[in-house]
Every structure is written in structure tokens, then in C-alpha cells.
């Protein structure tokens, strides 16, 4: 069983940073696979960013509206996962959810069994 709770959401202007942070709980987070979701009012919950579980960091995935701005990393000594939001643009407003999954890293939503309770994220223009 893992539990997971994220943080670090808020308020930012366009072209601002956040860093959220996603706390498990629970003996599987080392070995499990990360991913952080989005979903904005009246869309569907989106693939943002993932990383499989390795002793030397793990292998990165990211969705293509974020890659280059949005790096993805995880402590495992601290059973936390990280998500560098930078170069925030209007339409990265959303709640955005930590995931966790036993295995490989995947970008369906419905393979991931434990999710956190997710923490808004709002850019203005």
C-alpha cells in the first residue's frame, strides 16, 4: 500500500516557476514507478511526467507540451518525488496529481493503483 500526498501548488504569473512535491508513504515506493497527472476544468486527466523506479535516478518521461520545462526527479531516500515546473504558461493551469504504479512507468492514468489527492496549480497571463 502506498500513500501519497502532494504539495507546493499555488498562484504564479506566466513565465514563473513552482516545485511540487509528492511524499509516499508505504514499503513499495522504492520500487515503484512515479507519474504526475493534470486536469484542468472540463478536460480529461492528462499525462505530465514519469520516472521508473533505479538506484541511479531513474529513466525520465514527459508529455510533449512539457519537455524541457517541467524536469521530473525522485529521492528515494526522502520517498519523494519531485516536479520543477518552470516557464509556466496560462495553459498548465490545473490540479495536478501524484501517482504511483508497481512496475514500468506508463502514461495511462488507469495504470497507476495509488493516487494523491492532487494540488491546484493556477498561472495567470
Known amino acids: 500500500q502506498v500513500q501519497l500526498v502532494e504539495s507546493g501548488g499555488g498562484l504564479v504569473q506566466a513565465g514563473g516557476s513552482l516545485r511540487l512535491s509528492c511524499a509516499a508513504s508505504?514499503?513499495?515506493?522504492?520500487?515503484?514507478?512515479m507519474g504526475w497527472f493534470r486536469q484542468a476544468p472540463g478536460k480529461e486527466r492528462e499525462f505530465v511526467a514519469a520516472i521508473t523506479w533505479s538506484v541511479a535516478g531513474g529513466t525520465t518521461y514527459y508529455a510533449n507540451s512539457v519537455k524541457g520545462r517541467f524536469p521530473i526527479s525522485r529521492d528515494n531516500a526522502k520517498n519523494t518525488v519531485y516536479l520543477q515546473m518552470n516557464s509556466l504558461k496560462p495553459e498548465d493551469t490545473a490540479v495536478y496529481y501524484c501517482?504511483?504504479?508497481?512496475?514500468?512507468?506508463?502514461?495511462?492514468?488507469?495504470?497507476?493503483?495509488?493516487w494523491g489527492q492532487g494540488t491546484q496549480v493556477t498561472v495567470s497571463s
Open positions: 501517482a504511483a504504479r508497481a512496475g514500468g512507468s506508463s502514461y495511462s492514468p488507469y495504470a497507476y493503483n495509488y
Open positions: 508505504g514499503r513499495t515506493f522504492s520500487n515503484a514507478a
